[in-house]
């Protein structure tokens, strides 16, 4: 892996031996490598923001202070993205014009599931979820997978000449476990309720903890 300049000093990743002068990587096809193009960087982040929440510290006046909510309220979170070319921003905001482009694109993409190739009808650079058991749920990775698969469709429909790279941070809502995963907090400590079917597996004596 190398970091190179590329045009007017934005770097450039490249897959390749430092020692190697090509173009081209020797693990990706040659039609859909993009490792000898600019660089063009994603992050991405969420937070929930509450209805009732309030700083601990507020202002009184003559011994009285505003009254306060017993929790904080029902909450809505937003996901975005962030790039730091100019013309992209904050929210990766689309025109009219921009987002048929899009469309088109993803209508394109037939190998997909035809839920995967709706039209879009915002920019999918901000997404928001009203967060609660009885609301739109919980952030996941289902959620997350979604989201950034919408934002590479905008980034290979609008700029075909950059490679993208996503930042995103460590996040439990970040996380996919297999079906079958040997995962304690999936399982049940007692007998009956629905619960997946753990693989087989062969517990191995670690030195002196069996």
Known sequence: LSIERYGEGKPSVRFKPDDVDTTMCKFHDRAVCKCNLPLSHQGQDEAVFHAYLSPKRVWKVEHFVTMRKKGNGPGRMTSGYMCDDE????????????????????????????????PLLTSPGLEYLDVGK???????????????????????????????????????????YPPDTLHAQSMNRGFGGGQAAPRDTTVQVVGDFP
């Open 134 to 176: 009885n609301r739109d749920g919980w952030w996941n990775y289902e959620c997350l997978a979604a989201q950034v698969t919408k934002v590479m469709d905008v980034c290979s429909a609008l700029f075909p000449k950059e490679q993208i790279l996503f930042e995103v941070d460590w996040s439990s809502g970040h996380s996919k």
């Open 87 to 118: 013309g992209k921003g904050m929210g990766l905001f689309l025109d009219e014009g921009q987002l048929a482009i899009v469309n088109e694109f993803r209508a394109l993409q037939l190998d997909r599931p035809a839920a995967d190739r709706a």
